[in-house]
């Protein structure tokens, strides 16, 4: 079974960017969607785009197009999502989670990074 | 842009049957998937392709989609099933998520 463990907590002030990275176990990302989906607080889940592993397409919301960037490190089965010009309308809990080749459902998830944005 | 739309809420008494629906233009030409999240944690998929059950998923979970609407049934509800519920969709390349239900076990 593929676990996804995600880089730790972070607090950036408005303006700044904030990368954060989702390493996969027992994983090849060939093949694969990492996905990349946030919840503000109190909020439902929002979908932010994904990058194929295997050959480092990627596809973003049109919402976060401009600010996000999606890449990834097959070496060491990595992935990371990158959110640039923050505000606090981007403080959020944001998870990866995979989708494979042939499937379209996002199993599993990662435990969740929080990106709390404050002056 | 689509648009999946959820009761906020559906409460639900321990032993009885929750239905929670889905809401989309010609959802059932796509496939519905469900996601139970529980307060801290991470999502976690419950039905996949509009009514399966992946491996460890309860057989009181069960879902159906149809015209506009997909519906994700719990039967026999348990107060463990107390959480949010999130149906998603695929719209071309871009995921489409539901607002989330709540679900009330009481």
């Known amino acids: 079974q593929v676990q996804l463990v995600q880089s730790g907590a972070e607090v950036k002030k408005p303006g700044a960017s904030v990368k954060v990275s989702c390493k996969a176990s027992r994983y090849t990302f060939t093949g694969y969607y990492m996905h990349w989906v946030r919840q503000a607080p109190g909020q439902g889940l929002e979908w932010m785009g994904w990058i194929n592993g295997n050959r480092g397409g990627t596809n973003y919301a049109q919402k976060f197009q401009g600010r996000v960037t999606m890449t990834r490190d097959t070496s060491i089965s990595t992935a990371y999502m990158e959110l640039s010009r923050l505000t606090s309308d981007d403080t959020a809990v944001y998870y990866c989670?995979?989708?494979?080749?042939?499937?379209?459902?996002?199993?599993?998830w990662g435990q969740g990074t929080l990106v709390t944005v404050s002056s | 842009s689509y648009n999946l739309t959820q009761p906020p809420s559906v409460s639900v008494s321990p032993g009885q049957t929750a239905s929670i629906t889905c809401s989309g233009d010609k959802l059932g030409d796509k496939y519905a998937y469900w996601y139970q999240q529980k307060p801290g944690q991470s999502p976690v998929l419950v039905i996949y392709q509009d009514n399966k059950r992946p491996s460890g998923i309860p057989e009181r979970f069960s879902g159906s989609n149809s015209g506009n609407t997909a519906t994700l049934t719990i039967s026999g509800t348990q107060a463990m099933d107390e959480a949010d519920y999130y149906c998603?969709?695929?719209?071309?390349?871009?995921?489409?998520f539901g607002g989330g239900t709540k679900l009330t076990v009481l």
């Open positions: 989670a995979l989708v494979g080749a042939t499937t379209e459902w996002f199993d599993p």
């Open positions: 998603q969709a695929w719209d071309s390349s871009t995921v489409v």
